[in-house]
């Protein structure tokens, strides 16, 4: 590739690639799960990197969900920005619920699109096909996933076809990522893992070892094929449960029912997509569409008593302090503790699928997540707060071309 001047994407400048650069998003990443199998002596990358390497505490995007941070961090931009917000929005003019995996959601362009246009080779693979559309708009590359891969790309991970609930559907990504920077070497690589075997298994245990042990082989490839690696997580992952595995639950819903009447307001969960098995669409964000005339600022102060809630803010203090696009949120957006989540109406959520107890995320609570390069990162501005969207400006424009440990 020929080095060429800056790079703007959605006003924030770029420097070209100076060598392979793969930008990893581990799903659900608390730090603890990497401290972990480094403790354990499964993940000697991980141990290598942390003190080669440059490794930083990030905050993602609340709500510390899927789409929203893997959008941000392709983007380099908050929500308010690529408007990308969860999962599900209300739409009141059609009175629709509606997914908001369709790329005409999305009103940014990607630095991966930028680069492709600008002349770099460009490679995305993500676990879920939900992402695939989304990464990859506006993208003159290739771009799958685990989860709809066909026969080539199967071929290509070496892999046969993961169930969409299983570690293998992350780990296709790292093994078809592996095997595309080995063979094609393209110059940009964004690969997205899924959190399922984080919903299920707390740092450290054996799951959760072998999982990041998995991760650290491939890695380690990666970095003998010659590329700079970013790595970091859409967000955070914390036990949702008492002591006796029962989830700590809010159910918004009935309470608004209480409250105002019956289906008066709505309450939306932007964590619900089409595979909740492993969460039964529990997450601790939520935000809720008032009736007509509600006093918004009173109910806020209902709902911010109720045990277990940690915010209950108005749509404007909210979009304002997490940086979400206005147009997409109910009057009042709701976050609940650490160790709790919130529901809709009791009646609504299955949770006979829940076969560990519920490990979930979506608050303020599973906000902070690594930052890890395998080089030294440089010239940063002291008390800078670094965010997960910040992966690619460090990998581009602060760090020193090889770091000590690399080839
Ligand atoms: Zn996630």
Redesign the pocket.
């Known amino acids: 590739m020929e080095a060429r001047s800056l790079l703007e994407v959605n006003g924030r400048r770029y420097r070209w690639l100076r060598e392979p650069l793969v930008v990893v998003c581990v799903?659900?990443c608390e730090r603890a799960y990497i401290d972990e199998a480094v403790r354990a002596g499964v993940a000697p990358w991980f141990a290598r990197t942390l003190k080669q390497g440059s490794a930083f505490v990030a905050d993602c995007v609340v709500p510390s969900?899927?789409n929203p941070?893997n959008l941000s961090i392709v983007t380099g931009a908050p929500p308010a920005v690529h408007g990308i917000c969860g999962n599900y929005f209300y739409d009141r003019d059609s009175g629709r619920e509606v997914m908001m995996n369709d790329p005409k959601y999305l009103r940014a362009g990607t630095i991966l699109a930028a680069f492709a246009r600008a002349g770099a080779s460009v490679a995305v693979v993500t676990a879920k096909d939900k992402l695939r559309a989304l990464l990859g708009h506006g993208l003159d590359g290739a771009c799958f996933s685990a989860e709809k891969a066909d026969d080539a790309e199967l071929a290509l991970a070496g892999m046969a076809r993961p169930s969409v609930y299983s570690a293998e559907l992350s780990e296709f990504v790292f093994a078809a990522g592996a095997r595309l920077l080995e063979t094609r070497r393209p110059d940009l690589m964004y690969l997205s893992t899924?959190?399922y075997v984080q919903h299920k298994a707390a740092p450290g245990a054996p799951a959760a070892n072998a999982f990041y042990a998995m991760i650290d082989g491939y890695l380690a490839r990666l970095e003998a094929a010659g590329a700079a690696i970013a790595l970091t997580a859409?967000?955070g992952m914390n036990d949702k449960h008492g002591a006796d595995g029962s989830p700590n639950v809010i159910y918004l819903q009935d309470a608004m029912d209480e409250w105002l009447g019956a289906g008066a307001a709505r309450v939306i969960l932007p964590i619900t997509d089409p595979y909740v098995r492993h969460h039964g669409a529990l997450g601790s964000f939520a935000t809720a569409y008032l009736p007509e005339g509600a006093d918004a600022a009173q109910l806020a102060a209902r709902v911010a008593a109720l045990p277990g809630i940690e915010l209950a803010l108005e749509r404007l203090d909210a979009c304002g302090r997490f940086e979400l696009p206005e147009d997409r949120l109910g009057e009042l957006v709701l976050v609940s503790r650490r160790d709790t989540v919130i529901g809709t109406s009791r009646s609504r959520h299955d949770l006979s699928g829940l076969d560990a107890p519920l490990r979930s995320?979506g608050g303020v609570s599973e906000q902070k997540v690594p930052l890890i390069f395998n080089r030294k990162i440089e010239g940063l501005a002291p008390g800078r707060r670094l965010r997960n969207f910040d992966a690619f400006d460090l990998a581009l424009n602060h760090a020193e071309k090889k770091g000590p440990g690399s080839n």
């Open positions: 799903d659900g969900f899927t941070n899924t959190d859409d967000h995320h």
